[in-house]
């Protein structure tokens, strides 16, 4: 091979890089939402999940949603919740708020204390406080629809969420509420004010990883146990 040709070669070969960093540069920047398409998908996630939460508040509605991963649902779902390597298919929490970041729903409730000097807390000491729920919260940016409606496995509304917390969940951070004796809204449902004070739950890569594949390998387990006595 001459000199010459080893420049056209080269040349040749820059030329095409760059129409590649190009073309990728062009479609990355095509999927990029600008600020103001952002904040038209936050309007209209947040129209469906109003239709969804107005009623729970106004007419008494049950207030259960399916908190679908879609990781799980575009790869076929047919109505069953079994645990793989990508999570559950589904969570069936309660919805409770709206906000400008995401949606809150209840995924639990955790024991509170008074601690020494009469502050609420978690760790456990001699001086029980109220029960309290465990609100998760799920960024809009990972809901990719709402669908107020459900369907055929499940009338509840279903918020198709991307489960990108370390270990397949769907919350971005834990916060805590507690129950109020007043009565909220036209039917009288219970009103949970926040708790500050028991701080904000964040994810833990570790732990929280640690967990799913506990699960995952008791689930495994119990799986092959069920296969060998349908077999025997």
């Given at each position: ?14 030329v ?17 939402l ?34 679908m ?135 833990e ?28």
């Amino acid at each position: 091979m001459t000199s010459a040709f080893s420049w056209v070669d080269l040349a040749a070969l820059v030329v095409a890089v760059a129409a590649l960093a190009v073309t990728v540069a062009i479609y990355l920047l095509g999927r990029r939402l600008s600020f103001r398409q952002q904040r038209e998908r936050v309007r209209e996630l947040e129209a469906k999940a109003w239709v969804v939460l107005g009623p729970i508040r106004t007419e008494g509605m049950n207030s259960k949603v399916i908190v679908m991963n879609v990781d799980r649902y575009k790869r076929g779902y047919d109505g069953s919740n079994d645990l793989n390597w990508r999570g559950y298919a589904y969570t069936g929490p309660e919805i409770i708020e709206i906000g400008h970041g995401g949606v809150e729903v209840i995924t639990g409730a955790v024991e509170s204390y008074l601690d020494a000097g009469g502050r609420r807390t978690l760790a456990q000491t001699s001086t029980p406080a109220s029960t309290v729920i465990e609100c998760g919260h799920i960024p809009w940016k990972w809901i990719e629809d709402i669908a107020p409606e459900g369907d055929e496995f499940d009338g509840s509304a279903i918020f198709f969420v991307r489960h990108q917390a370390p270990g397949r969940q769907p919350y971005n951070y834990i916060t805590y509420r507690e129950g109020q004796p007043v009565a909220f809204g036209s039917n009288n449902r219970d009103y949970y004010r926040p708790v500050p004070e028991l701080g904000t739950r964040r994810p833990e890569f570790l732990r929280d990883w640690w967990r799913f594949m506990k699960s995952l390998r008791l689930e495994k387990k119990l799986k092959k146990e069920l296969s060998q006595r349908n077999a025997s």
